[in-house]
Structure formats: C-alpha cells, structure tokens
C-alpha cells in the first residue's frame, strides 16, 4: 500500500474510515475542545470508555506499571450498536487492563465526617484541616487580621462574609490571611457564590490519611502527604478562579489524574504547580488530552508532565501534531517501541509557533493557517456526522450509561 | 519508490497536501445558458485562472524586468540602459508563447491560494444542461497543452470518467472526438456526463467506443491531429484515502508492477494513432519519475528505433510562469512538468509532457 511504501508510512490513526458509505473520514475524531462542553459525544470511543468504568470486564490485575485504560474498540454492552460503524480505536494498545497498583490511597471525603483523628492537633471545628505546608501562608498574629480586614475598599458585609467562609473551611487564621490578601477577587466573591466556594476547599480533604481512624475502607480522597496539599492551596491562592469552581468538579479532575491517566502523586504535585488551571478544564476534556497524548502520540507521563502538557489547549495541540503526522514528521510508535525519532512532546507544546513552524514543521505559517482551517472543517464534518448517524438509533443512552 | 527521496524538502507538504482534502476548480459549461454563473462566482472570490494568467504572468514579468532595470540603473546609466533593452527584449521573446497557449474558449473557476472555500453542487439550466463540472484544476493543464485548433481531429485514448473529454469539447474546436476507454462501467460515466453537459448535436461529433487502447493503430493509425494519452496510474491522492480496492493491496501487487508497462504500450499507440505533424500529450495523476518521465523516455526510444518515428519533446516551461499563481509546480523534471499537491493550493500531482511527432 502507498502507505507502507512511503518512507514515513502513515499510520492507522492517520488512515482514512469510512463512517458512512462514500464519505471519507481523516483520522480518529476528537471534539474540538469547548464544543459543548459536558455533552457526550456519542460516537466517540473513549467517551464510552470514560463513562462506564464499570462495564470493563473483570481482568486479573498485572503485575508491574498499570496502564490507563484505552478507548474502547467495541461497546461494553454486548448486543447493543457499535459506536462507530467501520471505526478503529487508537493503535498501539494492547487491550484495556485495569490495575490499580498499591501505590493509591484514595480516600474521599464523605459528608462532613472529617473526622477528628488527629490527636496531635487540636481542631476547632469537625471540618478537615489545611495543612498549611510549604510556607505559602505568612504568619501573622490572630490579633492583626481583623486590622486587615478592614481594608477601605471593602465592604463590611463581603469582608465578613469571605473571612467566615476561609475560616469555615478550616484555615488558620495565617492561611486565611494570606488568602484575602493575595486575591482580592476572593473577598468579592458575591454571597451568591458563597454556597460553592467553601465546599470546594474543604471537599478536597487536607485529610491525612494516615491518622484516620480505620474503618474508612473504601472511600477515596486525596491522599494527604502535605506537600500536595501545599501544593493545591498554592494552586488556588495562585489561581482564585478555583474558588468558583465546583467542588465535584475539582474531585474529579484530581481523582481523573491520579486513577485514570495514572500520574503518581509526585507527578501530579508537578502538574498542579506548573499548570493550576488544569483543575478548571473539564475533567472529560482532561482525560481526552491525556489519552491523545498517551494513546495517538505515544507519550508517557514522565514526559507529559515535563513538558506541561495542560498548559496547552487541547484543539491546539492537536493542530500542531496532526500539523507533524500528516508532514510524515511524527509516527505513533508502535506497541513496545521506545525509540522514535518524532521531536520531543516539550519541544512541540512549548516552542511559539514561529518556532515550531521553522524548526520541527519545516513550513510556512501560510501552509499552517491553512492547515487549521482545514482540520477545523474536518473535525466539524465528522462530529455532525457522528450526530446523523447516531439519530438514526433510537435506543436510550442511559442503558450504557448506568 | 521513496518520493521522500525524489522530491528532497518539498516531500512532507506534498505529503501534508495528499493527506488533506483537495481543492476543485468549476469547468463552466459552455453549452449551458449560465451567463449568471461567472458573475456568482466572482462575488465569492472566484476567479478563472486560464484567463487571468497571462496579465498576471505579464505583471510579473515587468516586476522581474523593472527589477533588474533598476538594479542596473544603480551601477551606471550605460549599463543601466542595455539591462532595461534586455528587459524589455526578453519581454516580447516570452509573450508570444504566453499568449498562444492559452487561447481557448475553457474557463475554469478557482479560488484563490489559500482559500478552502468549497463550490456549490452544479445546477441545471432550463434545458437541463449543467453549469459547471467540478474537477481537479490541475487536469486541465494537459488539455490546455494539447491546444486544439479548429476542426481537428482528436483521440482521447483512456478518456473515462470523462472530465478531460469534456473540456476538449468546451474548447468548440473538435472536428471530430474519439473518447476510448477499455473499461465499460466506466464509459457509463463518460456518456453521463456528455448527456448532461453536452447538447445532441455536439454529442454527435463525439463517438465513444470500448477498444483496448494499445491496439488501437489496428483500429486506425496515423489519422489524428491530437491525442491524448491519460493512462491509468496509481493515482496516488485517491490511493493515499482510500482503501477500497486501493491498488497498494497485495492482491494488485501484480496489477501495479505491470503499470509502467502498460503506459508505455498505451503512449507508443497513442503515438502512432498521430499523423505527422500532430501532438501527443501523455499525462498521469502520480508523482512518480518512473511512470512519468521513464515512460516518456523509453517511448521516445521505442519510436525511434523500432517505428522511425521521430518525435520532438515540446517546451511547457512557460505552464509553470503562467500559472504559478494558482499551482504550485515541481520545477525539476527531467522532461514534462509536475503539479505539486499543497496545501495552499491543493491540486494535483499531476504530470503532463508534449510530444510532437516530426
């Protein structure tokens, strides 16, 4: 095939299917990011995957690495349509496999039972305490904070109504503190807003687990060594916009991170410092990045997280790899190989584009600005295709779902 | 064959280009009633590249010539003098040719480098001939090469689907059309299009037949004023999307390495089907160098030595300064030219060389 005789032969995620008769498709299909954001995109394979964790079948857990799961090729309900008809998941994967190594300890927060196993430290209130490490809090006397705020340009009422919250949620008063004083857009958070924001913090549990009474088996937080919690309050004092978000969704992308595409927890330290807006994407959205870059691009953790993978938006990395593989610049490896000559995940997520253009492309910006129109169209063709085609059945989504 | 190797840097857009989705031009139908339809298209930034090629080529060659004249001018005003005479010399050389080449009555609209902006679906008009056909642009450049006069007789040896047939009738100047093709599912398409883009009384001046193209100096040899030779390939866009059937599969292994020497019998025909003085021009869909120049070559070769035939290779040089607006062209074959696939401008590959039997 033209393919293979190539010298850079293109590979099956690169090969065209035809999805419906007569209509040519380019390569696996992903939602351009933000499109409807938190709509299942039916005809996508690892949305499927993503969503029905528990539909896997039982696989014996393997010893050494566990993988991230993979798109799904075929529907885990038997006897129901297939997702895509004539469609491939990603190559290069051997099967899903499920294990999840002893390394994980997950325990989520449940209800407001934080539990007061610290003996060591005193609690004033049931709530689960932040544990202030990393010296992101300054400290400062119990005594000032109330000088601080009464800052001018406040008004009493939001002033009162952020310091309860921060104190609600289990800071200490330098904590707090430092909080008010680093975003100002904290302490205008709108009463409105109020409901979200202290959960959110608290939800994410500066528990430590190892002082928690047993009987917890099962439940899944955050696992509390406290240079992570440093790090997520640092990630929030750095990133306010997190106060707004929900605190499901915060747990999500935490727990996405760490269970689904499997960063170990030095690893998912890195992530949140370099890139603290990773916790504002849709988890979906997230898990959709790590598998391209997994799966499509053949690239491990290691690597994503030194390259600061999040920091780039989705739609634009695809861009510039697709911009590689359809150049014959960028192989997907094949299963096994660790060698490849394909230019480094860094280079590709952070050179500017002039750069990246000049130096790993070896093309013109004109060529590319085509490109991205192109594959935009592409890409909308396909998923308006996606959407026809799924018209067609009239089965209900939720008996895939549940 | 590693194109990798044989185009050297241009390899990964024309690569890049293959991969993505090609760029069409309109054949406006002549026969139609579709005066509207020139207007409609320039609205949206259409234009045809036939027409407007010569001013543009005109534009660059005075920029070219302004240029040097004025580089000279710095030295001193006696060099600077016989550099813009040259100029201007070179200037009248060139444009004869220039001209020529290009008077025919085919208009093709496209839009311009860059612009992936689609056409709509042709439309009847009130007699139910079609506006326009949509085709690779760059698949009229051999039909242009071929310059049919007034009343000649012309042969389309491989002339199904039926896209060049259709723009050798739009030039009016076929006395006589012989469409061939050995495949007759696909002659149903070559009479679908002439019943819908061609009036009966131009239809009758065409005559289709299903003869294998290699033995057609058994049919009628030497009786053509212009033949066009556009063999089958491996038509490497469509083998680059497609699976079906895709002539890489093993099972056509057979089928593929026997190509270079079917092409070769098909030109020797077409050659021998031309009187003398008459044209040949051979074209393909691929980029390969061995079934475009070597076939080319060994024809020349076969002719000469085995038919006393002496054959002329024509200059097409002035194809690609006309027409780079709209093409992007590979600028080192040996004989012929090359239409590069890129993403600006996504046409081709298609490769095309005149030969003029002496």
Redesign the interface.
């Given at each position: 095939?033209?393919?293979?005789?190539?010298?850079?032969a293109?590979r099956a995620s690169?090969?065209?299917r035809?999805s419906a008769p007569g209509r040519?498709c380019?390569g696996p299909a992903l939602p351009r990011t933000g499109s409807a954001p938190g709509r299942l995109c039916p005809g996508l394979i690892l949305s499927r995957a993503g969503c029905a964790p528990t539909r896997q079948p039982a696989r014996p857990e393997k010893p050494g690495r566990p993988r991230p799961v993979p798109p799904l090729g075929a529907p885990a309900v038997p006897g129901s349509r297939p997702l895509r008809a004539g469609g491939r998941s990603w190559p290069g994967h051997p099967g899903p496999t499920r294990g999840h190594g002893g390394r994980l300890r997950w325990r989520r927060r449940e209800g407001a039972a934080g539990g007061s196993g610290a003996p060591r430290r005193p609690r004033a209130v049931s709530w689960p305490r932040l544990r202030g490490g990393g010296g992101a809090a300054p400290r400062a006397s119990a005594r000032s904070s109330p000088a601080l705020l009464l800052q001018p340009r406040l008004d009493p009422e939001r002033r009162e109504a952020a310091a309860a919250q921060l104190l609600l949620l289990g800071l200490s008063a330098e904590a707090a503190l430092a909080l008010l004083e680093r975003s100002r857009r904290c302490c205008g958070c709108p009463r409105s807003d109020s409901g979200s924001a202290p959960r959110s913090c608290g939800a994410w549990g500066w528990t430590e687990v190892g002082q928690r009474a047993g009987g917890r088996g099962g439940h899944r937080g955050l696992p509390a060594d406290p240079l992570l919690a440093g790090r997520l309050q640092r990630a929030v004092s750095r990133c306010p916009q997190l106060f707004h978000v929900p605190r499901k969704r915060l747990e999500a992308a935490v727990r996405l991170l760490r269970e689904r595409c499997l960063f170990t927890a030095e690893q998912l330290r890195e992530v949140l410092g370099t890139c603290p807006a990773v916790l504002l994407e849709e988890p979906r959205t997230l898990h959709h990045q790590f598998q391209y870059a997994y799966f499509r691009m053949g690239v491990r953790q290691k690597e994503m997280v030194k390259a600061r993978l999040f920091r780039m938006p989705f739609a634009e990395l695809r861009n510039r790899h697709i911009?590689l593989e359809?150049?014959?610049?960028y192989e997907t490896p094949h299963k096994g190989q660790t060698q490849t000559s394909n230019p480094k995940l860094k280079d590709i997520v952070q050179l500017p584009v002039k750069d990246f253009l000049a130096s790993l492309?070896?093309?013109t910006p004109?060529?590319y600005?085509?490109?991205k129109?192109?594959?935009a169209?592409?890409e909308e063709e396909e998923e308006k295709e996606e959407e026809d085609v799924d018209a067609q059945y009239t089965e209900e989504d939720d008996d895939l779902d549940r | 064959?590693?194109?990798?190797?044989h185009l050297g840097?241009l390899?990964?857009?024309v690569?890049?280009g293959l991969?993505?989705?090609q760029k069409y031009g309109a054949l406006l139908n002549n026969f139609a009633a579709a005066d509207h339809v020139p207007e409609e298209l320039e609205l949206l930034n259409a234009a045809d590249f036939i027409s407007e090629a010569p001013q543009k080529a005109q534009q660059w060659q005075r920029s070219a010539a302004e240029g040097e004249a004025a580089g000279g001018c710095e030295e001193g005003t006696g060099e600077g003098r016989t550099v813009v005479q040259a100029g201007m010399v070179t200037q009248a050389e060139t444009s004869p040719p220039l001209c020529t080449s290009i008077s025919s009555k085919i208009k093709c609209y496209t839009f311009p480098r860059?612009d992936?902006m689609r056409f709509r679906p042709a439309r009847p008009d009130a007699l139910g001939l079609l506006d326009y056909y949509l085709m690779d642009a760059a698949s009229l450049l051999p039909v242009l090469a071929l310059s049919v006069q007034p009343d000649d007789f012309v042969l389309d040896l491989c002339a199904a689907p039926g896209g060049k047939t259709l723009a050798l009738l739009q030039t009016g100047f076929c006395g006589h059309l012989a469409a061939n093709d050995i495949s007759i599912s696909r002659t149903k398409r070559l009479h679908q299009i002439l019943h819908s883009y061609v009036p009966k009384e131009v239809r009758e001046t065409v005559s289709v037949t299903s003869y294998d193209g290699r033995v057609w100096d058994q049919v009628k040899g030497g009786t053509f004023d212009k033949v066009l030779v556009d063999v089958p390939c491996?038509t490497?866009r469509h083998?680059?999307?497609?699976?079906?059937n895709?002539?890489?599969?093993k099972r056509r292994t057979k089928e593929r390495q026997m190509l270079p020497m079917l092409q070769l019998q098909l030109l020797m025909a077409g050659i021998l089907a031309t009187k003398p003085g008459g044209e040949v021009v051979y074209s393909t869909c691929s980029l390969s160098p061995l079934q475009n120049e070597c076939v080319v070559e060994r024809a020349l070769d076969i002719a000469g030595s085995q038919f006393n035939i002496n054959i002329h290779v024509e200059d097409l040089s002035h194809f690609r300064t006309l027409f780079q607006d709209t093409f992007s062209f590979f600028s080192d074959c040996r004989l012929g030219e090359l239409v590069l696939p890129?993403?600006?401008a996504n046409f081709g590959p298609m490769y095309f060389c005149k030969l003029r039997r002496v």
């Open positions: 095939m033209i393919l293979r005789r190539w010298g850079s293109l690169e090969r065209p035809l040519l380019f911009f359809r150049r014959g610049l492309a070896l093309s004109e060529e600005e085509v490109f129109k192109l594959l169209r592409e | 064959m590693n194109y990798g190797l840097a390899w990964p857009s690569r890049a991969l993505c989705e860059g992936i491996t490497d083998s680059a999307m497609e699976e079906d895709n002539i890489f599969h890129h993403l600006t």
